[in-house]
């Protein structure tokens, strides 16, 4: 901080004193209106898109940066040697539907079992499904670094007792472990599929040890099945995300639900080589937090490992690319509420503009024309206020920005205490920043006959002003003068 303080009154002095030189030899002028731009006054122009409501969402499938997907399976499973012991029913602490729900409509249980040599599989079959129900299973564990289990979702026959060999869904995500408030994990992996047709059908699951086995290591497998969800149902995995595509000031979805303790709603971003921002802020309702939804995103490595993206002030750095956003509960739910999901660009400060100033004992129309033009005066011993704003370089407001306002007056010695003044402030929604110091005396080194009916002499100082994004070289400066004290000049 002292080293920015140091860099701005060197640059502050520069300036004045280039002031100082331009107007050496400047004629004698009076206070009143001037043809000479005003740059305090000056107004930018600003671009403010409002955030949008997206109405529709279509769905993004076989993403790119997902490198295998449910189109692209290698493996060959077993379907006639099921592998034994078969799975078992677990009793653990489940997800609750929220006491705002009128009536639950979901069903669950979670199965257990073990895989005892790579490539082994386990069904779960068959499993019925009403006309217009929805069916999801998610996958969790084992938890072991060394061992990559997928799941697979397949229709069955319940004429002939078959498994249709072509799946209609399947999660193939690549073991990654992630740090989560319940601990550190790899993502589940999860499939759902609906029931279209006017009759029951039936269906198998299947959990395949892609890489490794353990008979001490378990996999837990939990089933739901519902009868009330979203219109966008299913959409289980990364795999099947749906395309959200995001505004300049922020787009926002207010039209799912999380009906079961293991949906997962997915989206596909995707972030540009040209943007004027760098991070996003990605936000869901405050009933939606308080329920215990999430709202993460996660980036895709070779192999299909998810990696969960950190979060600061529910902002996220980005770079250019493809990246995907799950939404989920860890408490509560309710098919009857509907979450907002928020996507908001953290823009880039382009540009910082002084665009006016006030103080208690001027007020903000104070600019009278002295030797040096046209600028704001403000007394000794006076509140003094900056306002301005930060942009893009394309004039779109950046909110949150950190803001440092340096006053300098070098008439006084750095060690009197009265050279600098400096204040730091965040832009608000719109970009805008106010700081407000408090000045010392002004010690009138200036004096300037101002003649008329009455005719007076002003004492006062020239003064410099500086606002700098925080950590930037994004400055704007200008001239104030510092007024001591006037007395009647004949």
Do not use: C
């Not at 979702?153 to 209609?168: A, K, Q, R, S, V």
């Not at 198998?204 to 086995?213: M, R």
């Not at 009933?287 to 990696?307: C, D, I, P, R």
């Amino acid at each position: 901080m002292k080293r920015f303080k140091k860099a701005i009154a060197v640059m502050l002095s520069t300036m004045l004193l280039v002031a100082f030189g331009m107007t050496a030899n400047a004629s004698q002028s009076t206070e009143g209106v001037s043809d000479q731009a005003i740059k305090a006054e000056s107004n930018i122009q600003l671009t403010t898109d409002n955030e949008d409501v997206i109405k529709d969402l279509t769905r993004a499938d076989k993403p790119d940066s997902i490198t295998s997907s449910v189109y692209a399976m290698k493996e060959d499973l077993n379907f006639k040697t099921p592998e034994t012991p078969s799975l078992k029913k677990e009793t653990v602490p489940s997800l609750k539907a929220s006491p705002t729900a009128v009536s639950t409509t979901a069903s669950s249980a979670t199965y257990s079992g073990t895989i005892t040599e790579e490539g082994g599989t386990q069904f779960l079959y068959p499993i019925y499904l009403q006309p217009g129900e929805l069916l999801q299973a998610q996958l969790d564990g084992p938890f072991s670094a060394q061992l990559d289990y997928d799941l697979y979702l397949y229709e069955f026959d319940m004429t002939t007792g078959d498994i249709n060999p072509n799946p209609i869904d399947a999660s193939t995500y690549g073991t990654y472990f992630n740090n989560y408030e319940q601990g550190a994990a790899s993502l589940p992996e999860n499939v759902g599929a609906r029931n279209a047709i006017g009759y029951e059908k039936a269906y198998a699951i299947a959990v395949h040890a892609k890489k490794g086995s353990s008979i001490n290591d378990p996999f837990y497998l939990t089933v739901d099945t519902s009868s009330s969800y979203d219109a966008y149902e299913p959409d289980e995995s990364a795999f099947h995300a749906y395309n959200f595509t995001f505004s300049t000031g922020g787009s926002s979805l207010n039209s799912r639900s999380i009906h079961s303790g293991i949906d997962n709603d997915w989206y596909q971003i995707t972030i540009p080589a040209s943007r004027n921002y760098d991070a996003l802020n990605v936000k869901l309702d405050s009933t939606s937090e308080s329920f215990g939804y999430k709202a993460e995103v996660y980036g895709a490595l070779s192999g299909n490992q998810m990696v969960l993206l950190p979060q600061t002030n529910h902002n996220v750095s980005l770079n250019t690319g493809t990246y995907y956003v799950r939404v989920y509960t860890t408490n509560q739910y309710s098919a009857d509420h509907l979450y907002t999901l928020t996507l908001k660009p953290v823009l880039r400060a382009g540009k910082i503009v002084i665009n006016g100033y006030d103080s208690s004992k001027n007020g903000p129309s104070d600019y009278p024309t002295y030797s040096y033009g046209r600028h704001y005066r403000v007394n000794g011993t006076s509140d003094f206020t900056v306002k301005g704003v930060v942009t893009t370089t394309d004039n779109y407001p950046v909110a949150n920005a950190p803001v440092d306002v340096t006053w300098l007056n070098q008439n006084w010695t750095e060690g009197s205490g009265n050279r600098t003044r400096t204040g730091t402030a965040y832009t608000d929604q719109n970009g805008a920043f106010s700081v407000t110091l408090s000045l010392p005396h002004s010690t009138g080194s200036i004096a300037e006959y101002l003649s008329g009916a009455i005719s007076f002499i002003h004492y006062y100082d020239l003064s410099g002003v500086a606002a700098q994004v925080s950590g930037t070289s994004i400055i704007d400066t200008d001239i104030v003068y510092h007024f001591a004290y006037s007395i009647y000049g004949g």
